[in-house]
C-alpha cells in the first residue's frame, strides 16, 4: 500500500523518501554524525533534513524574497551610479565602491549572523537584520557624501545578509544533496526577478525622485519583507539542535569548516560565479552605455534579457539535478563556462562582430553562472549540517568576498569590455583550478555522486 503525503508544518508536502544512491546515503550518514563542538544532542522527535521534501511555492517565493535582498539592494541601484557619480562631485570608481561596501559588509554579517542563527533560532536573525536594513537605507537616502554613503553600504550589507544567510540554513535544515541544490535552483527563479525588474523600477524611480528615492524603496521592501516574514516563516531550528556558547564556539565551528579542505574549495566556487556576475553588473553600465552609446532604457531591457539567462540557466539546472549529479554539473559547467569567457575576451580584444556578437556571448555566460553555485553550495552545506547556520554564513560570506573584492577590478583595469572580460576570465580560470586541485571531482578513484 502506498504511503500517504502528510501535510508539513512548512506548508508543503512531505512525500515519501526515495531510496538514495550508496554515495548518498554516505555523505548523509557522515554530515548527521559528525561530531561538533557545542552542538546540543539531538533527539529522536526533532527532524533534520528531509528527503523528498517537496516545499509549496509560497515557501519558495518567501525564501527567494530572503536571498534576493542584498540583489536587489544592488542592482535596483545599478542604473543610478553615474548620477551618485555627479550628484556627490565623485568618480565613476568611488560610485562603484558603493556597490562593493555593500558585498563586503554582507560578507562580515554573514559570518557574524550565521553563528548567531544557530544559537538563536532562524526567526529572530532576520527579523532583527531586516528590521536594520530598513533603517540603514532610511539613511542612505539622506547621504551628504560619498564617503558617507560608502559606509552606510557597508552597514546595509552587513543587516541584509541576515535574511540570505538565514533561508540558506533553513534550506539545510530540511533538504540536503540533489533535494537542495534543486531548491536553491528554484529559488533563483525568485531571485532572477531582480536583474529582469529591478534596474527598471530603480530607473523610474529616479527619473522621478532621483537616486535617493531608490533607497526609500529599498525601504518600503523591507518593511513588506519584515512582515511577510514574521508572518509566515517557521522555526525550523529547534530548542533541542541549537548550540549552547558564544564567540568560543562561533570560532569554533568556522574552524571546524577550514579544517574540511573540500568544504573550503566548494565554498569559494559560488564566490568565484558571483564574481563573474558582479563583474557584469558594476561594469555593464559604463561599457554599453558610456562605452556603446545604449540609453538608459535600452541598458534596463537588455539588463532584463540578460536576466531570463539568469534565472533559465538555474532552472534548467534544477531540472538537470534530479537526474545528474550535482558534482558532475559542476565539472562540466566550469569548464564551458572558462570557454564562453575566453571567446568573450577575444571578441572585445579583436572588436569582431561589434555590439551584437558581444551581446550573444554575454548572455551565454550569464546563462552558465548559476549552475555551479547552486550545486557547489549544495554539496558543501551536506558535510556539515550540525552548524548549518555556520556553514551557510562561511559560503555567504567567502561568495560575497570575492565577488566585492574582484569585481571593482573591471573598473581599475579601465573600465571597458576588455577589462570587464579579462575578469570574467581570471574568475572563471579561478574556479576550475579550485575544483581540479582541490577536491577529488576530477580524480577516478574521488569524486563524489552527490
Known sequence: ???????????????????????ARATSARASSAH??????????????????????KYVLLL????????????????????VARDLHSTATAAQLTMTAMMLGGAVGQLVIGPVSDRFGRRMPVLIGVALHVLTSLLCAIAPSI??????????????????????????????????????????????????????VGGMIAGQWGWR????ALAMFGVALWVVVWRRLPETLPAARRRDGGLRTAGRGYLTLLKDRH???????????????????????????????????????????????????????AWLVRRVAPIRIVRVVLPVSLFFTLVFLAIAVAGVGGLPLLLVVLWLILAMVNF???NAS????????????????FIGATGAAIGGLISPLTSLLGGDAVAMAAVMVGAATAALLVLALATPAYRRDGAWSV
Not at 527567494?64 to 548620477?83: E, F, Q, R
Open 1 to 23: 500500500m502506498e504511503q500517504a503525503p502528510a501535510v508539513s508544518a512548512l506548508g508543503g508536502v512531505e512525500a515519501p523518501a526515495p531510496t538514495p544512491n550508496p554515495e
Open 36 to 57: 561538533v563542538p557545542g552542538a546540543r544532542p539531538s533527539s529522536g522527535a526533532v527532524p533534520s533534513a528531509v528527503s523528498g521534501y517537496r516545499p509549496n511555492a
Open 64 to 83: 527567494g524574497m530572503m536571498c534576493a535582498l542584498p540583489a536587489i539592494s544592488n542592482d535596483i541601484y545599478v542604473s543610478s551610479l553615474p548620477d
Open 147 to 200: 564617503g558617507t554613503l560608502v559606509g552606510l553600504r557597508v552597514l546595509q550589507g552587513f543587516f541584509n545578509a541576515a535574511a540570505s544567510v538565514v533561508a540558506m540554513a533553513v534550506i539545510r535544515d530540511r533538504f540536503v544533496g540533489s533535494d537542495a541544490s534543486g531548491l536553491i535552483s528554484r529559488l533563483m527563479l525568485v531571485i532572477g526577478i531582480a536583474p529582469l525588474f529591478a534596474p527598471s
Open 213 to 216: 528615492g531608490v533607497f526609500i
Open 263 to 317: 568544504f573550503v574549495a566548494l565554498a569559494i566556487m559560488p564566490g568565484l560565479g558571483t564574481a563573474i556576475l558582479m563583474s557584469y553588473v558594476i561594469g555593464s553600465p559604463f561599457v554599453l552605455m558610456e562605452g556603446y552609446g545604449l540609453t538608459a532604457n535600452q541598458y534596463a531591457l537588455l539588463f532584463a534579457v540578460n536576466g531570463i539567462g539568469l534565472v533559465g540557466g538555474a532552472q534548467v539546472n
Open 372 to 374: 555551479a553555485p547552486p
Open 378 to 393: 549544495a554539496i558543501a552545506l551536506s558535510r556539515h549540517g550540525e552548524i548549518a547556520g555556520t556553514a551557510a554564513a
